[in-house]
């Protein structure tokens, strides 16, 4: 089974600086997906940024970018620019292709960073 | 238009109680999902339906039913609600095994008193 480590229960930074948000995660697959959540406090789930593990390019989406370690089974991600709407909860996750063509994809969740952007 | 839309948003209700939370996408994905976070906010699986058939069945009560009448929606009944039924209740989608991105819903907050 997969596992996803978030380190961080709790940062905070100030507002312009940059942040960096660390996740690990343990698997035996070599094809999988990763990607960073984020929970603002109204509670919506929204999709950050995504990597793909045969992707040695780490991604990148306007000030948000991840550092992907695969080897270590690392994927923390970068937030520059810090911005007042950055404050939320930051969930990493993992995702493994299911094995048949009919299967579905499921995402294994960290217990999350609660990141807050200081002004 | 919400890509992944759920009703209601909000729901307080008595143990005991029966309780649907209604979910359709229209993102034109095969796959949808019911992901339950607890009070300390993690997310966890509950059920997956690809194109209408019941995929995933994580270790849920048997109170806890997913319906899908088509591939844009996926329902979720629970039957005699018990406390440790709150949650915020997501729900979720994908394109399926040619897509692999999961798209979430605004969730639902369930408050069992």
């Known amino acids: 089974a997969q596992t996803v480590t978030q380190s961080q229960p709790e940062m905070s930074v100030q507002e312009a600086e940059t942040v960096t948000l660390s996740c690990t995660y343990d698997?035996?697959?070599?094809?999988?997906?990763l990607f960073w959540y984020k929970q603002p406090p109204s509670r919506q789930m929204i999709l950050v940024i995504r990597?793909?593990?045969?992707?040695?390019q780490n991604a990148t989406e306007n000030r948000f970018s991840v550092n992907f370690q695969k080897a270590a089974k690392s994927f923390s991600l970068k937030i520059s620019d810090s911005q007042l709407g950055d404050t939320a909860m930051y969930f990493c996750?993992?995702?493994?292709?299911?094995?048949?063509?009919?299967?579905?994809?499921?995402?294994?969740f960290g217990k999350g960073t609660k990141l807050s952007v200081i002004p | 238009d919400t890509a992944v839309s759920q009703t209601p948003k909000y729901l307080v209700t008595q143990m005991g109680n029966d309780k649907s939370i209604k979910c359709e996408q229209n993102?034109?994905?095969?796959?949808m999902y019911w992901y339950k976070q607890d009070s300390k906010k993690f997310l966890k699986i509950m059920f997956s339906?690809?194109?209408?058939?019941?995929?995933i069945n994580e270790t849920v009560p048997n109170r806890f039913s997913p319906k899908s009448p088509d591939k844009a929606h996926l329902n979720l009944h629970i039957n005699s609600l018990e406390l440790g039924d709150s949650a915020v209740y997501f729900c979720?989608?994908?394109?399926?095994?040619?897509?692999?991105?999961?798209?979430f819903g605004e969730g639902s907050w369930l408050t069992v008193v």
């Open positions: 979720a989608s994908s394109r399926g095994p040619s897509g692999n991105t999961i798209y």
């Open positions: 698997t035996s697959e070599s094809n999988y997906y």
């Open positions: 990597q793909e593990a045969y992707k040695q």
């Open positions: 996750a993992f995702m493994k292709p299911p094995y048949s063509g009919a299967g579905s994809y499921q995402l294994t």
């Open positions: 993102l034109g994905h095969d796959t």
């Open positions: 339906y690809n194109n209408k058939e019941l995929i």
